[in-house]
């Protein structure tokens, strides 16, 4: 199962963009990238996913290299409430079966 | 619609005992898995049961064990409590239907269940 590595934490100032790096550098061809965050106290929130193109919804980008070894997470415009902790993880499907790894999260924190 | 539910938000043990905590899901939702968080380990998957059938299992020992049942409601029991069992539980369910659409596999998380083993 393919396992990834963040950073332990970030800051990021209110307004820029924040850019959260994730490495999987084992991951598989048919294995997607998924990205959560978990603001304290509450469960998990989905953010976006991808396989192998770029891709771009109403929270986040998520940019994912040719080699899909490693993907970064884009917030464009940080607010005080994308303060949390995000997790990047490897969907594994093995025998029809999904199991999800999540990787140690990025404690994302965004200063005023 | 609603939420992904879980039952009881937080419940206190003493070692030995076991436990049993509850997971309704998404309305039409088929999947639910299970996740131990603690600030150690970070979130560690622990099983997932689709069609009342235990299709995944993580790193964990026996003592350990759920069950889903025909409405897709799901529990997970922990027997033997010690204290690192103390940790968030959380349930999430998705529709896993494996064909269509964008959203296969999204995860729809519940506030979780807060276990504290003494």
């Known amino acids: 199962d393919a396992k990834t590595t963040q950073p332990t934490s970030m800051d990021c100032a209110e307004g820029r963009a924040a850019n959260l790096p994730c490495n999987h550098s084992?991951?598989?061809?048919?294995?997607?990238v998924y990205w959560y965050r978990q603001i304290h106290s509450q469960g998990p929130q989905y953010i976006i996913h991808?396989?192998?193109n770029n891709e771009t919804n109403e929270m986040a980008s998520l940019i994912i290299t040719e080699d899909r070894k490693s993907s970064t997470l884009i917030l464009p415009h940080a607010t005080l409430r994308d303060t949390a902790v995000y997790y990047c993880?490897?969907?594994?499907?093995?025998?029809?079966?999904?199991?999800?790894?999540f990787g140690t999260g990025t404690r994302l924190k965004v200063l005023a | 619609k609603a939420g992904v539910t879980q039952t009881p938000r937080y419940l206190i043990k003493t070692r030995g005992q076991q436990v049993t905590l509850s997971c309704s899901p998404i309305s039409g939702h088929r999947s639910v898995s299970w996740y131990q968080q603690t600030p150690g380990q970070g979130l560690q998957f622990l099983f997932e049961y689709f069609s009342e059938t235990q299709r995944n299992k993580g790193n964990f020992p026996g003592r350990f064990s759920g069950r889903q049942f025909s409405n897709s409601r799901s529990e997970m029991n922990v027997s033997t409590l010690e204290l690192g069992d103390s940790a968030l539980y959380l349930c999430?369910?998705?529709?896993?239907?494996?064909?269509?659409?964008?959203?296969?596999?999204?995860?729809?998380f519940g506030e979780g269940s807060r276990l504290t083993v003494l």
């Open positions: 993880i490897v969907r594994s499907t093995t025998s029809g079966t999904y199991k999800y790894i």
């Open positions: 991808g396989l192998k």
């Open positions: 999430a369910s998705s529709l896993r239907q494996g064909l269509a659409g964008r959203k296969t596999g999204e995860l729809f």
């Open positions: 084992t991951i598989s061809g048919n294995e997607y």
